[in-house]
């Protein structure tokens, strides 16, 4: 918002595969997750959170949701490296070696597959489409691709496969134990959860 100088600007922040796997720039694995592109950028993902956060953190308390915060924000810097490494190997497209990106988006798509494994199956509209909760975010993705032409596909990819792994697989029990012995509180999830996590989607 400004109202903090910083010593970096977008540019030097933003993270790559390239940044993290060649030049060893841990500073933009870590704070990528804290510069946006611009403030309208800035508004969207802040109010994004806002709606997310207010709705998992009284389920899991406050100390549990800010370190399962931190252990997403990670996991998705290191997921967008991981796919930028590897498409560019199937592909042989540099671009996804080099192509940074900056922003919460990843994280907030993680939080919102987390969101609706919490929740009990139901319809969701996305842009006045009516479906079904676990293929809301999948669409979500494509259109934000499609009418946000400089948004990061890969970013948010990564985002929806971090919260994938810790929704549906023995990750996110790994995840909860550690918060657990951190904060001596345990996570709670639904019983609709638990059901979700012990199959993958059907």
Known sequence: MGLIRVPWNAEDVCISAIKIIKYKNWQSFFLSN???????????????????GSYLEPIYGTMNFVLLLGVLSIGCSAMYVFLGYILMQLTGDYGYFTACAIGFSATLFALKIIALCEERDKLHNISGLIVPSKLAVWLELILIHLLVPNSSFIGHLGGILVGCLYSYSFVGERIDNLIHMITGTPIIHEEQFYRRRNRLFT
């Open 34 to 52: 804290f510069e946006h592109g611009s403030d309208m950028h800035l508004y969207y993902n802040m109010l994004s959170f806002i709606l997310k």
